[in-house]
């Protein structure tokens, strides 16, 4: 099984995946990426014969995904390992399927590694405490600067806007139905109103329309059928999301940490919505919630009060924190793209004030 090796001297584990609280030595993270490049591509040339260098977008998809899915199986054989040996029963089968995957996972990680040092933004990343390599390559992965003109495309393509539902097949039709009538297909005028009252861009629904019917080769694209089967799926991409919810969670494990930016603004801002929580500022939205969870769930009782329960709490901050971040991110980008600061740089609104929070460590020394 072929293991990919680092520089010499380099430990592993400052590679870290995004479950580790010990992260990459920032005052190191530049020179060491350099070398980190030419020593895994020239490693990766001369025993596989591929450059890691030249990685399509696609293929960086696919490693993200992978390594988050092994990562989960290796825990799991690590586990069954642990209980066999506190049974006392022979364990070497799964020791040994679990130390063949853990080469995979670090082979994983050490390509992602290089994707990330790749590109600026990747770099500036890397720079943030809490991110890893798989989160910084996931997003340079999944998000196109050419059509992400503000941080909102990110964050609506990212499942982050809580505006934004998945309606499904059933709602979609009904919506369709309900604004078109009997007629097969919709006018422009319908359309207009099917994607206002669906909160879905116009100009962005019509493409995918036309895409979906071009594909499929049905006669006009704006038939009802091709609406609703357009309008019905996932509205963001679910990659994306689960990578967006990775960084959250490593926000809040480095919290603590006098380095950590995010994990901070993640702790205000829990308390921030804790005391308007208290103060029953989230009383219209826990009744229209208190109507969708099953009445013997805690959730239900804390929704049932008028209140959000923690894990909801939880949920918000994290998430606001994540947005922050995904700006920062959207801005280095930008300008790493084009060469000037984005159009609209995000305003963060506290309490009634508004100001602008510039990204951390940029520019880049």
Known sequence: MVDLKVPPGTDPGMFGDDDNEDYLDLSKVRSFQIELVKRITKDALDKMGADPTGMSKDEVRFLVSSYYAIQEMRKLLNNRVSALSKQDDPASVFSFISSGVEITEKNILKFLSVASSMEEVGRWAESIRGIGPVISAGLLAHIDMSKAETVGHIWRFAGLDPTLDWLGREKSAKLVNDLVGRGSEATEAQFVEIATAANRKADALMQQVQTFAESTGKGSYLTKDNIVKTLAKRPWNADLKLICWKAGESFVKVCNHEEDVYGHVYAAR????????????????AKIKAERVGKSTDAYKAYSQGMLPP????????RYA??????????????????KAPPKPYILNQEGHTHYLAPPNWPMK
């Open 311 to 318: 894990a909801h709490i939880h949920a918000r901050a994290k």
């Open 322 to 339: 994540v947005k922050l971040f995904l700006s920062h991110w959207h801005h280095v980008a930008y300008e790493s793209t084009f060469g």
């Open 270 to 285: 829990k308390l921030m919505e804790m005391q308007k929580n208290e103060a029953g500022e989230f009383a219209q939205q």
